[in-house]
């Protein structure tokens, strides 16, 4: 299951920041529907990514119904991202053989 999409990236400041991109609600709608065939738990989806030419492997966190795809320092730095930037992801979901 793949996806291109565009989202803002947020800060969230808990106990120590971290950065996602809200998954929009029309993708997020379809990931629920295979959910069950690629959580290993907890409702946290399994996904490979890409931003420009950075590739990554990470999981979606169930948030309001919709999903949030975490950003690493890994994945930020090379393109200086930072919050409110927009950027454009490439994400597969990985379904569980």
């Known amino acids: 299951m793949e996806f291109v999409f565009s989202g803002r990236v947020l800060e969230w400041r808990g106990p120590s920041p971290y950065y996602f991109v809200p998954v929009p609600d029309e993708e997020s709608a379809d990931i629920r529907e295979v959910a069950a065939m690629a959580?290993?738990?907890?409702?946290?989806?399994?996904?490979?990514?890409r931003i420009g030419e950075v590739a990554f492997e990470t999981s979606l966190f169930p948030k309001d119904g919709g999903y949030l795809l975490p950003l690493k320092v890994a994945v930020r730095r090379p393109h200086r991202l930072s919050a409110g930037d927009d950027v454009t992801v490439e994400m597969t979901v990985r379904l569980r053989p």
């Open 39 to 49: 959580t290993y738990g907890w409702g946290v989806i399994p996904v490979e990514a």
